[in-house]
């Protein structure tokens, strides 16, 4: 019961709901990904994917000094289920606002912009 609580939680914040959404979109992403997209401070973006990850939502791996997630494949019941909920009732100018973050993101790490500290 406990997990199933956790899992619940994990789905009552905008931010880690945004985090599913830019997963399911774009894939594995760095901690640093997640600032820039976001406007987090690191803490704050690490703080909310550790949510995800003890939720059973995300897996994450570590290169180096960075960590990257990605959404749990395969997903089990009921994470499944919530998770899909999710992604069907996200509107698309959201999702739309969510990858031109991220496609700005994108190319300000390819201008040479490093990760935030």
Do not use: N
């Amino acid at each position: 019961m406990r997990a199933l609580a956790e899992l619940y939680k994990a789905f009552t914040d905008t931010t880690r709901l945004d985090m599913i959404v830019l997963m399911s979109r774009h894939g594995e992403l760095c901690v640093c990904d997640f600032e820039g997209v976001l406007g987090l401070s690191q803490s704050a973006a690490s703080r909310h994917l550790r949510r995800l990850y003890q939720a059973g939502v995300a897996d994450s791996r570590r290169r180096g000094a960075w960590v990257y997630y990605r959404l749990r494949e395969p997903l089990e019941p009921p994470r499944d289920v919530l998770v899909r909920a999710l992604l069907d009732q996200v509107d698309d100018a959201h999702c739309l606002a969510l990858d031109c973050a991220h496609a700005a993101w994108v190319a300000c790490k390819a201008e040479g912009e490093t990760c935030p500290s």
